[in-house]
């Protein structure tokens, strides 16, 4: 019973810790306690792009303002002197950020400075700062100093993402790149560490690593046991130490760190999907949890000579507080307009019911008889009332998911993405196809360019033995003359060459999808979501080849695929790098981080792949986030050569 | 984990001191450095609007600090038979209903004042911005205050209305009644909150302490030495009625207690959602005039055309 509570506050989200950890730091460093008569202090947030992005989805703009912050303003813009207001600086330690931040002192922009440095500032950097504030007399203003370590972008309660920012930096192709050097090969690994190491302190846990051999995997294994054992060497400032982590937080179990390069599946980021996050990623403009829907006004019949109508641009934030997406973010899309249909319909008989109460009050005046009726009116009238700001709250959840859907559902009608989506798995799991490649790749109405290309790919990846000569020309000339661009496949083609030499791309489960018929019964209900022609398939669960290697290392299964993969404890005293784990009990919990991008189909994988295992949790972090737009822009790039 | 390295900092503020010395640059300051920061940053604007902000803020506080302070004497009502210490009369309550009421009204003033001087002087965005946001959390904390005071002050007032509820059955010309009936009301009073019951418990005691000999002298007054079995029964009936009559009375005055309450809840309610659209449709209003202006230029451009 301890030990589930314990795992269950270990596992406490990681969402949870960084928000915790910026509403101290927001609170002068100090732990934040609601008081409902306090009085108010107000400050003012400086923050730098990174801390931008770091901040946006985990506090809205309203939660700023409870804890006292009257601007929020970028580090790199004109900025007043505001008198007599304390600064909090969110930012990390840059050559240029720390520049400006003298030039504030010198400047005298506020009145007391609290520094939060998102990662680690070197004394050197300490020193420069050091140095203007002597020469501003404003020693005493900087009242505090802080390492916040908190350099990664929390998404979901167990979804991370390295940057935003700077993606290009650790981007897939920045990694895999033929021409790279040594020193910027570091310098990305360096990147990527000094990020995972922020998170094991903010999530307070050292964890066991296990890694590929021979990737770029690897390479970030060695660099993070490396630092993680110094900084626990150091006893004296290290952050592991017991009192750092909180009291009720340690589980008996130290969590696993999964270390796995992209490389070992490139299907899976370019596969269309079926769950509603990931359609949302891959079809419309969304990061950050944030998307951007540009809407269309419709037929335009404007008379000759009227200004057109210009497209409105609305962006919607899906935060944990929408309960509609969290309950639906993973689920198969025909259910989640089912869903929105019956939010609708609840929400109409509850809107219907206070305006019968209206009505009833109408008669008050009027009739002897209704006054018996009235007693048990007021109290409803109050409850009508009272309850008004959670369905006017309702009403706008399900305006945003119907558009959100519903743009969603344009895409798939026009690129025929259920068709792909459908044809792809039985690609990855090796079923037989009833449709030939060819056919869809020259059909004209069905998606794309981008999106054949996407299939041929998948397909490409996924069979054994590549295809004749002969044929891989026949489709080359059908992708052609459908307007594709053919760079992605030489980097494929390449990618294949490589790792068959390492092991055969693994298969992706037996499993396959039942078209279940051509329309639900969402059309008979007459919705707004009419999915005529469009497919009600049901997914199988199936695990993707990230889903199988945790599944292996994490319940102690031996595999070939992952007997060798390498073993580091940074605990140990002794850094032996031997393939023998010493821990033979099945883990509790895991981290997955995706070396070189990940994408939601695999986070949602993992999610539902969790689901059936009672007490174990898993987290997903990738060092970037990318859809299969961005994915094959970044393989083309690197097959233009 | 967030790891405090302002010792680090300090440290660090020496080193660069000792090591510009040794290089005999000069340093803003020096030697001097803490006596001349001083000396620095007296002539920096002082702020006045944050000082007063700040003013404004220290009333509400001695506000909130003297509500909570009585709170607990306030509240205690009815302290008739408790000790002298923890007593407040009914004037004293009153006292400090008026003064806290004189003191929101200086303070709202105070902050609407200050919204609008903030903004003459100061020309910069983000100056204005943030003292609108400021002037914001000053509004809400004295919201904040004065609830505390509205909740004393309602509770005060339902104790009020039910001692005049009360004091309203007070001797009538039958002792078995009165008996009766303030002896229902206190089996009937443990249904309200439970502070009142010892109020409520002692009150009617209290009545019928103080009619008791008030009644053996009106009942000798009468002057009738006995009261014959017919009488006696009618009284009894008599009593009876009134006795069931009192009860209905009483449930519907309970029920009708318990809609105005919850009547005057929405009432609050909805002063809240007025207060909150008046602004909104002073802009939309605003907004409106300013569209007919242009739509009146527009017009008139329109005419204009033909003529060209």
């Avoid at chain 2, 020496?14 to 001083?38: H, I, M, P, Q």
Wanted: hydrophobic share 35%; net charge negative.
């Amino acid at each position: 019973m301890a030990s589930a509570a314990a795992a269950t506050a270990a596992a406490a989200s990681i969402r949870e810790r960084q928000t915790v950890a910026l509403k101290r730091m927001l609170n002068f460093n100090v732990p934040h306690i609601k008081n409902s008569t306090g009085e108010p202090v107000w400050k003012v947030l400086i923050y730098d792009r990174f801390g931008q992005d770091i901040i946006s989805p985990l506090l809205s703009v309203k939660e700023l303002r409870d804890m006292g912050i009257t601007l929020h303003l970028l580090l790199h813009s004109d900025r007043d002197p505001i008198p007599d207001v304390p600064a909090v600086y969110f930012v990390m330690p840059t050559e240029e950020n720390i520049d400006r931040m003298c030039q504030d002192l010198r400047n005298q922009l506020y009145e007391s400075y609290y520094l939060n440095f998102i990662s680690a500032i070197s004394r050197s950097k300490l020193e420069d700062i050091a140095n203007a504030a002597l020469a501003a007399s404003a020693v005493t203003q900087v009242a505090k100093v802080f390492d916040q370590y908190l350099n990664f972008i929390t998404l979901e309660d167990d979804m991370f993402v390295l940057c935003n920012q700077n993606k290009e930096l650790v981007s897939y192709r920045a990694i895999n790149r033929p021409d790279i050097t040594d020193t910027e090969m570091e310098t990305v690994m360096d990147t990527i560490v000094d990020s995972l190491f922020c998170f094991f302190v903010t999530l307070g846990a050292v964890p066991i690593i296990r890694c590929s051999r021979g990737t770029a995997a690897e390479m970030v294994a060695v660099k993070l046991d490396k630092k993680l054992r110094e900084n626990l060497r150091d006893a004296r400032n290290s952050l592991f130490t017991g009192d750092t982590l909180g009291a009720g937080q340690f589980s008996f179990q130290r969590p696993l760190l999964v270390l796995v390069d992209r490389n070992i599946d490139l299907a899976t980021p370019l596969h269309h999907t079926w769950t509603y996050q990931a359609l949302v990623h891959d079809v419309l403009d969304f990061h950050l949890n944030r998307v951007n829907l540009e809407e269309s006004s419709g037929v335009e019949n404007s008379p000759a000579g009227a200004r057109p109508k210009r497209k409105s641009k609305k962006s919607y934030d899906l935060t944990p507080v929408d309960k509609f997406w969290q309950k639906h973010k993973g689920s198969p899309f025909p259910e989640v307009a089912e869903s929105v249909q019956q939010e609708l319909e609840s929400y109409r008989a509850q809107e219907d019911e206070v305006k019968r109460l209206k009505s009833i009050m109408g008669l008050e005046g009027e009739d002897e008889g209704a006054i018996s009726m009235l007693s048990d009116n007021t109290a409803k009238l109050t409850s009508a009332v009272s309850s008004l700001p959670e369905l006017l709250e309702k009403k706008r959840l399900i305006d945003l998911h119907t558009n959100v859907a519903t743009a969603v559902l344009e895409h798939i009608k026009a690129r025929k993405l259920d068709v792909y989506f459908e044809y792809e798995e039985k690609i990855m799991s090796k079923t037989t196809l009833d449709k030939s490649l060819l056919d869809i790749i020259s059909d004209p109405d069905a998606g794309t360019p981008e999106d054949k290309m996407r299939l041929f790919l998948i397909y490409y990846i996924s069979t054994q033995q590549a295809p004749s000569e002969a044929d891989l020309e026949q489709y080359k000339k059908a992708l052609t003359d459908a307007g594709c661009n053919l760079n992605p496949l030489q980097y494929i083609k390449q990618w294949k060459a490589f790792t068959k030499m390492a092991s055969a791309p693994a298969s992706y489960g037996s499993t396959t999808t039942k078209p279940m018929g051509l329309l639900s019964r969402v059309m008979n209900t007459g919705s707004q979501f009419v999915m005529e022609g469009v497919k009600n398939l049901v997914l199988k669960q199936q695990n993707l080849p990230v889903t199988r290697i945790l599944d292996n290392l994490m319940e102690m299964k031996s595999n070939p695929e992952t007997d060798d993969y390498r073993y580091f404890d940074p605990k140990m005293l002794r850094g032996n790098d031997s393939s023998v784990p010493r821990n033979k009990n099945p883990f509790q919990e895991a981290i997955v981080f995706v070396v070189g991008g990940g994408n939601y189909i695999e986070y949602q994988n993992l999610v539902d792949y969790i689901k059936g295992k009672q007490g174990k949790h898993i987290l997903y972090g990738c060092s970037e986030l990318f859809n299969a737009t961005q994915f094959i822009k970044q393989l083309s790039q690197l097959g233009q050569k | 984990m967030a790891v405090d390295i302002t010792l680090l900092f300090r440290a660090s503020v020496k080193t660069v001191k000792t090591r510009n010395k040794a290089l005999g640059v000069a340093v803003g300051g020096g030697v001097d450095g803490s006596r001349d920061e001083l000396f620095r940053r007296s002539p920096r604007p002082k702020g006045d609007f944050s000082s007063r902000a700040r003013e404004v803020i220290s009333h509400i506080g001695k506000l909130r600090d003297f509500l909570l302070e009585h709170r607990k004497d306030y509240i205690n009502a009815y302290s008739h038979t408790m000790s002298e210490y923890g007593r407040m009369t009914d004037t004293e309550r009153d006292q400090i209903d008026q003064d806290a009421q004189i003191f929101m009204r200086t303070c709202s003033e105070a902050i609407q004042q200050l919204r609008t001087e903030a903004h003459k002087e100061i020309h910069s965005q983000q100056v204005k911005e943030h003292r609108t946001a400021v002037l914001d959390f000053i509004e809400d904390y004295l919201k904040r205050v004065c609830k505390l005071y509205s909740e004393q002050r309602a509770i005060r007032v339902k104790r009020v209305v039910d001692k005049k509820r009360l004091s309203k059955l007070e001797p009538e010309p039958n002792t078995k009644t009165r008996e009766s009936t303030s002896s229902e009301k206190v089996s009937q009073s443990p249904s309200k909150d439970s502070e009142e019951n010892p109020a409520t418990e002692e009150h009617p005691e209290k009545i019928l302490a103080e009619t008791q000999p008030e009644l053996g002298t009106w009942g000798d007054g009468k002057g009738e030495d006995e009261l014959s079995p017919e009488e006696i029964q009618m009284f009894e009936q008599e009593n009876q009625r009134l006795i069931g009559e009192m009860n209905s009375l009483f449930d519907e005055v309970r029920q009708i207690e318990g809609r105005v309450v919850e009547i005057s809840r929405l009432q609050e309610i909805f002063t809240e959602k007025v207060l909150q659209q008046e602004a909104e449709i002073d802009s939309i209003h605003q907004l409106v005039v300013g569209a007919t202006e242009n739509i009146k230029e527009g017009n008139e451009d329109i005419r204009e055309v033909p003529h060209l």
